[in-house]
């Protein structure tokens, strides 16, 4: 009785330092961007996005971008996905991902097929980073870009994170919130 108790006490005190280390794929994101595009192209916008874990393995995922570029181009982008995690340990996930994407500017629109893959790992209980690579093959042009990101989880389901992607096309800077439920 008395190795019972013991051994669940240690266990107690490991479980929630695991547990907050665990990579979570259930969030609500919102993001502030900062847009410069090919051709000298600029412009800010937000990001509202969310993901659903549907197990340990597997979630979906989806964002739609409000975008405003220097002489009145306005823009919506939406994307919409699935993706595969595989936990190498309980601090650092290969995360792949396929997406669809919808982008409308008004005077041009164009969609697309996206797959990525990357890494996810957690630095501690409270510092995060990912980094990825990127292809979408839009109906009239492809890119490729490499992402890389850090999030600060100030309580256990609440961080503030920043993330560069680097496109052919595009570089997107992203400063924003995330809650993890």
Do not use: C
């Not at 993001?31 to 393995?57: K, M, P, R, T």
């Not at 009239?140 to 992402?147: A, F, I, M, V, W």
């Not at 999030?151 to 609440?158: A, L």
């Amino acid at each position: 009785m008395k190795r019972t108790v013991l051994f669940a006490a240690i266990a107690a005190a490991f479980i929630p330092g695991v547990v907050l280390a665990d990579m979570n794929y259930t969030n609500l994101e919102v993001n502030y961007l900062d847009l410069d595009g090919s051709g000298g192209a600029s412009g800010d916008g937000f990001e509202i996005g969310g993901s659903w874990e549907l197990n340990d393995q597997f979630h979906l995922f989806g964002s739609w971008q409000d975008q405003s570029y220097d002489g009145g181009v306005d823009g919506d982008v939406i994307e919409l996905g699935g993706g595969w995690s595989h936990a190498f340990s309980d601090t650092l996930d290969f995360v792949g991902t396929l997406s669809y994407l919808d982008a409308d500017f008004g005077v041009a629109s164009d969609d697309g097929l996206a797959v990525g893959g990357g890494i996810r790992t957690r630095l501690g209980d409270s510092f995060e980073v990912d980094a990825g690579l990127k292809y979408v093959d839009f109906d009239s042009d492809s890119d490729t870009g490499l992402q890389l990101g850090a999030r600060y989880y100030f309580n256990d389901s609440m961080a503030l994170g920043a993330k560069i992607s680097d496109n052919d096309n595009f570089d997107t800077f992203r400063l924003g919130f995330r809650w993890e439920f």
